[in-house]
């Protein structure tokens, strides 16, 4: 029997998701035009990919498997992880990464609502560990053409180190450790960097922004998180920036670089695996923030991101117990 | 060598000393545990687990010697409680200790009744008013549904009848459904 | 003098749908061929039945006297004959019954005699137990007394009015502010005097400027320090908790009353109730329904207590396509479970319901976690969480998370993409948590009754063992005390009282022998010891006699 409310607001999660797929749209555009168009390709692969697993893992599961494919959260997912990944992975890789995030980490945990680990960082954590070589190879922005975009990717790996170079991070990392040089010294190398990121990748970070605002506009994300993110990033690289300018990077580096933008506005807001309270959020992004900085400065990996949303996603139980709001007339005093 | 022995030693006494001392110190006068599950079960007070009262059986759970799916009137939630408070597994409800019923209470019919006190004298929670060769009734507010009082009446007047819902008891369900396909 | 407006977190904005109904005045409902008037008004407040089958009773007669503390009384709304007094269903999603009056109207619809009272001369209780007698009670939906609302008569500064109406399709309030503001007023001062508040604050949704102005024009002629103010239209602004928030900035909590805060609030229909029993005598046997939704001809009626909604539905001219009724609003109203449900003194409405205007949800999906229903709780509950507790039957978490304080007023399954009915799992909890306490205080009681049933036994055991043992003492002393009572000297003292209850019966009867043997029969004359050796052969004759009779 059905009972009260009788009426409803025309929302619904497809909705939700197919908001989010709008809003990485204005970045992808920006993949395409300045750094490698086969990243459309990879995007295709990944979104059949998805769904054909979770059509297969709900029929495995006995659920229904048309109102649930129809939900858009499995292409969300394969999107985020084929753009954290370099556009010219061999296609299995891609394969692979999207089939732990939907398969491992989604269903096996109880499929849409419960994981309680970020998908698309699990897939590239496992992958950064199980092909390491393959997955710091970048491209330089807009200098491989089309064809040979996609013979890399359809193909398999062959002289790639010919053909990529590092990224901006990864120059910054190998010309601050390997050559001793200072960060002014290593930002005037030619080839990587461009007016405030890597070349060309810089353009990327502008993208997810507008997303990320589209997003915010239509209610989907609070403010708190990608702030949050963004702010104690900034704040951390700031003062380790002011102490040794030369020893360490400006913030507006760390902003742009990596999947700083991506990870502010896409993947740190993910509602399933994310802190839920107003406080809990805010502690969640900064924790993230703070952790990727660190990882990235002084840790073995490049980009330090996924893992510190990991370690971030253990912590929210807690964070949310710990951060629950006043509840209506059990504030301190009566009247704000 | 020697002076490992004689520090292990030294620990050995410098904690079996705590230990004992806690023991007297920090004692806890009765035993907890089974105020802990007489508080979970229902007080009916009928015998079915096979001891004399709620917390005799609480006392056997305490002990070892009984099992957590004796109780009837606790049913399934009771056992699940009572497994639980003991982090034993939860098992269903023994067979022969009887079945779950719905709540009842017993109603004795006054036409029959001849006034023996035999189920005055049965009831464990003294729910039944009457006295010799003066009329019995049950009030039904305080039986518990133990039907104690079922067999010695000699003219077996006493039935039980189940308790209806009612709009204070009335209770929402559980909004999930399984839901199976018709074939 | 403006008043300072506070707002509540949260709250949705639905489609509003008043003006259907909300453009014609009010008219009156016709007698219904047979009027079903509950005795129960509320879950703790019964009736007990004065009326029997066949009695005729009049219009505003008392028919129903008020039990328990909770109780009210309940009253004929029109005259006519008491045909039956048996269950029928009422407005509850249980869909259970409760025993109703029955009355087929006379037609004459001819009043008791009634009067209005002077308040000046009685004292506060005597007005209170008026209002009581006259069966008003709180005509927004929770029917409770008003006149055990009225508390004692201090301790509250700001009497608040509630006429926000802020459901969606509802407008019987609306209607009754713009036709009826000069009754409203003078039921609220009445209120005002007797619950002893400084001031009167009357809250309105901004979406009703007639109403706010025919108000304001009834407040302006009035000497009474009333303040008409609009409030922002947003659901659920018209919940008690969440309209004085608005109007006074104080929050309370569940469990804890207005009148600790100095604050209490009325619907406007319940002042208006006052103001006709006050001022005209007249009980509480009429309200204005609204009858809207997929009808022809929307509008407010003032109906009798009593009338089966069936009977209304002529007024309104459902369309074909309509598929169930709702009573009360599309956010917290309940589905009828038959149309023979009656208007009872809480209900405000009536929607026809189509697929069209109320489709069916959609299925329910997997929770996302993503946090709307937190952003629209006016209670500010993490609805979700409670949500994963709920469905985990862990009510014990729930009530951790102050479900108890969740109004159940449906902004959390409006806004829930994934279509989660939340305030059923909410429903769930709360009433197994209910249930629970019952059956607590159920086996505590048990429990107790056990313990001194053993506790009785004992005793009764104990006092028969020391009247044993005192009877034995009182023998043994008995038996001590008077010499040649018996041959034998008293034995010893016996540890068994019953051998020395054996032993005392014993020496009694050897004292009633004695006491029938013939004493002085050592000096008897020569006659009469003959006469005693005759009886002796006598008795041995009819001993040998009878020996041989038996053999």
Redesign the interface.
């Known amino acids: 029997m059905i009972h009260s409310p009788y009426i409803r607001k025309p929302a619904s999660v497809q909705r939700v998701m197919f908001a989010v797929l709008l809003a990485l749209l204005p970045g992808v555009a920006a993949y395409v035009w300045q750094v490698a168009e086969v990243v459309v390709v990879n995007l295709l692969l990944a979104t059949v990919t998805a769904l054909a697993a979770e059509a297969l893992m709900l029929a495995l599961r006995k659920r229904p498997v048309a109102p649930a494919l129809s939900d858009l959260s499995a292409v969300v997912t394969a999107w985020l992880v084929v753009l954290c990944f370099p556009p010219i992975l061999p296609w299995w890789v891609t394969v692979l990464g999207v089939l732990i995030a939907i398969v491992a980490v989604k269903h096996l945990y109880g499929g849409l609502g419960q994981n309680p680990f970020n998908p698309a960082m699990v897939a590239y954590c496992a992958m950064i560990v199980a092909f390491p070589s393959l997955m710091s190879q970048w491209p330089p922005a807009g200098q491989l053409d089309f064809q040979t975009q996609l013979d890399l990717v359809l193909g398999g790996a062959r002289e790639i180190d010919a053909i990529t170079g590092a990224t901006a991070l990864d120059a910054m990392r190998t010309g601050l450790r390997a050559s001793g040089a200072s960060v002014d010294a290593v930002l005037l190398q030619p080839g990587a960097f461009g007016a405030f990121g890597g070349r060309g990748w810089e353009w990327l970070p502008l993208g997810y922004a507008a997303g990320g605002l589209y997003l915010f506009a239509r209610r989907i994300i609070t403010w708190h998180m990608p702030v949050a993110f963004l702010a104690a990033l900034a704040l951390i690289s700031g003062v380790f920036w002011l102490a040794n300018p030369a020893q360490f990077a400006p913030p507006w580096f760390h902003l742009a670089s990596g999947g700083a933008m991506l990870a502010a506005f896409f993947i740190v807001t993910d509602p399933v695996s994310g802190a839920t309270t107003p406080r809990g959020k805010l502690i969640f992004a900064a924790g993230i923030a703070l952790i990727a900085y660190l990882i990235r400065v002084f840790g073995a990996f490049p980009e330090g991101i996924a893992f510190a949303v990991l370690l971030m996603n253990i912590c929210v139980p807690l964070i949310d117990m710990k951060t629950q709001p006043p509840v209506f007339g059990h504030r301190e005093g009566r009247l704000p | 060598m020697l002076t490992a022995l004689l520090v292990m030693t030294a620990i050995a006494i410098v904690l079996g000393a705590a230990l004992g001392y806690a023991s007297i110190r920090f004692k806890v006068e009765g035993d907890p545990l089974v105020e802990k599950i007489d508080a979970i079960l229902p007080q009916t007070q009928c015998g079915q687990c096979g001891y004399p009262g709620c917390k005799p059986y609480a006392q056997a759970i305490s002990n070892g010697e009984a099992d957590i799916n004796q109780c009837p009137p606790g049913g399934e939630e009771g056992i699940r409680k009572l497994a639980d408070l003991l982090g034993r597994e939860f098992k269903p409800l023994s067979e022969e200790h009887g079945h779950e019923k719905p709540k009842s209470v017993a109603v004795i019919d006054e036409q029959i009744c001849i006034g023996c006190t035999l189920c005055v004298q049965a009831c464990p929670v003294d729910a039944i008013v009457g006295a010799a060769k003066q009329m019995h009734t049950v009030v039904a507010p305080l039986c518990t549904g133990c039907e104690l009082c079922v067999a010695p009446c000699p003219v077996d007047c006493i039935a039980m009848a189940a308790v209806g819902e009612s709009v204070e008891t009335w209770k929402w369900k559980y909004p999930v459904f399984e839901l199976r396909s018709a074939a | 003098m403006t008043v300072r407006l506070?707002n509540?977190?949260g709250g949705?904005k639905?489609d509003s749908h008043k003006n259907e109904s909300s453009a014609t005045p009010i008219a009156r409902a016709a007698l219904p061929p047979r009027l079903v008037i509950p005795l129960?008004q509320g879950?703790?407040s019964t009736a007990r039945c004065l009326v029997e089958v066949g009695q005729s009773v009049l219009k505003g007669e008392c028919i129903g006297e008020g039990e328990g503390p909770l109780g009210t009384a309940v009253h004929a709304s029109t005259s006519g004959t008491v045909v039956e007094v048996a269950p029928y269903p009422?407005a509850?999603?249980?869909g259970?019954d409760?025993l109703c009056v029955v009355i087929e109207p006379d037609g004459a619809d001819e009043w008791i005699a009634h009067e209005a009272l002077d308040r000046r001369t009685l004292p506060r209780e005597a007005v209170l137990k008026y209002l009581s007698d006259h069966g008003i009670v709180g005509m927004g939906g929770a029917t409770f007394p008003t006149h055990i609302k009225l508390g004692n008569g201090r301790g509250i500064d700001t009497l608040v009015i509630n006429g926000a109406e802020c459901e969606?399709w509802i407008t019987c309030d609306d209607r009754l502010m713009r036709e009826r503001a000069a009754d409203i007023l003078s039921g609220a001062a009445i209120l005002r005097e007797l619950i002893g508040a400084d001031r009167t604050l009357v809250g309105i949704e901004d979406n009703k400027p007639e109403a706010i102005e025919a108000m304001g024009r009834a407040a302006a002629v009035l000497s009474e320090p009333i303040e008409i103010v609009a409030v922002p239209t947003l659901y659920p602004a018209g919940g008690e908790?969440q309209l004085i928030?608005v109007l006074t900035?104080?929050?309370?909590?569940?469990g804890?009353l207005g009148s600790e805060?100095g604050v209490q609030c009325f619907n406007v229909g319940t002042a208006h109730a006052v103001c006709r029993a006050i001022h005209h005598g007249e009980p509480l046997i009429s309200r204005v329904v609204t009858l809207t939704g997929n009808v022809d001809r929307p509008g407010n009626h003032e109906v009798l207590i009593g009338t089966p909604v069936e009977s209304l539905l002529a007024l309104a001219a459902p369309r074909p396509d309509t598929d169930r009724y709702?009573m009360?609003g599309?956010?917290?109203?309940?589905?009828l479970p038959d149309l023979g449900v009656p208007i009872a003194k809480g209900s405000n409405c009536v929607i026809a319901?189509s697929p069209a205007l109320?489709p069916?949800?959609?299925?329910e999906?997997?929770?996302?976690?993503?946090?709307?229903c937190?952003?629209v709780c006016?209670?500010?509950?993490?609805p979700?969480?409670l949500y994963w507790f709920s469905?985990a039957?862990n009510v014990g978490k729930a009530q951790e998370?102050?479900l108890f304080?969740c109004i159940e007023c449906?902004c959390c399954?409006?806004?829930?993409?994934?279509?989660i009915?939340l305030?059923?799992?909410f429903?769930?909890s709360?009433?197994?948590i209910?249930?629970r306490e019952?059956?607590l205080k159920?086996?505590?009681?048990?429990?107790e009754?056990?313990e001194?049933?053993n506790f009785?036994q004992e005793r009764e055991k104990e006092e028969k063992a020391a009247k044993l043992a005192a009877k034995a003492a009182e023998t043994r002393a008995k038996l001590s005390g008077t010499p040649g009572a018996g041959d034998t000297a008293p034995r010893p003292a016996d540890e068994d009282p019953k051998k020395a209850l054996i032993a005392a019966a014993l020496a009694r009867a050897k004292q009633q022998k004695a006491a029938v043997a013939p004493k002085n029969t050592d000096a008897l004359d020569a006659d009469a010891r003959a006469e005693i050796a005759a009886i002796d052969a006598r008795r041995e004759k009819a001993k040998l006699e009878g020996s041989d009779a038996a053999s």
């Open positions: 506070f509540f977190r949705v639905p129960r879950i703790r009422m509850h999603a249980s259970l409760t969606p908790k928030r900035g104080i929050e309370i909590a569940h804890k805060f709702l009360g599309p956010m917290m109203g309940v589905a319901a109320f069916p949800p959609p299925p999906l997997p929770c996302i976690r993503c946090g709307a937190a952003r006016p209670a500010d509950l993490q979700f969480e469905r039957k998370y102050h304080d449906g399954s409006f806004v829930c993409p994934s279509h009915p305030v059923d799992y429903r769930f709360k009433s197994e209910w249930a019952r059956e159920a086996a505590d009681h048990a429990r009754r056990f001194f049933r009785r």
